[in-house]
């Protein structure tokens, strides 16, 4: 099991967006995927057409990382309806807030990997999708995490954000979980016929070199379009969709090779075995 989260430490970058997007390459590649909500806001349990009733939550899953607790905070999305793939969400709640504290303990900070170590022979790929900020839930995220991928844009802020990310996965890295990397930057929203667009990706990739990871995701609205009707986008009808899919497509491709995760997909997604944790 490869377990990935999804990093911004600026808001409005669309780091649940690119989070519903790779769900969405991975359920058309066939992967056995769990999406795990981890941002109080909980857009991504909405994307993945779950409804909460007579279910648990993460917060749950944070205040006793038990196998039964997690399985009780656990759904099945709607994307898998009259398929056999597999697309699970540990289901968010505002309430994960509370636990989002800017001074953790260290067993807090091992909550997340305590649960997700119960359902490890059942998922090739994990997805955390984090909330905007360095307190507690993302470091959480980040222990239980074999890499990040930080979310950007093109613009003046989210460029030193990403700055601020990597330098806090290091840290994290050196002091709690030695098997922690970052995956790389996935730049979002961009417009490359914007000047300023040009310059900011230019200038990420001076910074960070082969960190910034292609293809640069371009600003569409039939993203937007397919993930507010709660559908996978490989599924959205139209060229523009068909372009993003490919896109994310591209970059799940890489989370495969880094997590070794490609001899275990089939197209009908029905995979075969599960990678150690931590062996990319």
């Known amino acids: 099991m490869f377990v990935l989260s999804i990093s911004s430490l600026k808001g409005g970058v669309g780091k649940t967006t690119v989070t519903l997007g790779l769900a969405s390459a991975a359920w058309a590649r066939g992967l056995r995927t769990l999406v795990v909500d981890l941002d109080p806001q909980s857009d991504v349990s909405t994307g ?8 648990g939550n993460v917060a749950d899953v944070l205040t006793s990382p038990k196998a039964q607790v997690v399985r009780e905070a656990t759904a099945r999305s709607g994307w898998s309806n009259g398929n ?8 968010g709640s ?9 001074h953790p303990s260290i067993r807090e900070i091992w909550r997340l990997e305590e649960a997700l170590a119960t359902v490890e022979s059942e998922y090739d790929l994990v997805l955390i999708d984090c909330p905007p900020s360095l307190n507690a839930l993302t470091r959480t995220a980040w ?21 601020r990310a990597l330098r806090a996965i290091e840290e994290i890295r050196r002091g709690l979980s030695p098997r922690l990397q970052p995956l790389g930057i ?5 417009r490359m016929q914007s000047i ?20 640069h995701l371009p600003e569409r609205t039939s993203l937007q379009q397919a993930q507010g009707a709660a559908k996978p986008v490989h599924l959205w009808p139209g060229d523009s969709a068909e ?3 490919d896109h994310f497509d591209r970059i799940l491709e890489r989370i495969m090779r880094t997590g070794r995760l490609g001899r275990y997909a089939t197209l009908e997604g029905q995979a075969a075995g599960a990678g150690r944790r931590g062996s990319a």
């Open 196 to 215: 300023e667009h040009q310059f900011r990706v230019k200038e990420l990739k001076e910074m960070f070199g082969p960190l910034v990871l292609s293809p």
């Open 143 to 163: 222990a239980a995490s074999d890499r990040v991928a930080i979310i950007t844009e093109p613009g003046l802020f989210s460029v030193a954000a990403a700055d």
């Open 84 to 91: 056999d793939r597999v697309i699970d969400l540990m289901i």
């Open 243 to 245: 372009e993003m899919a």
């Open 48 to 55: 993945l057409d779950v409804d909460p009733a007579g279910h």
């Open 94 to 102: 505002p309430s994960s807030i509370n636990f989002d504290g800017p």
């Open 186 to 190: 996935i730049v979002n929203r961009t």
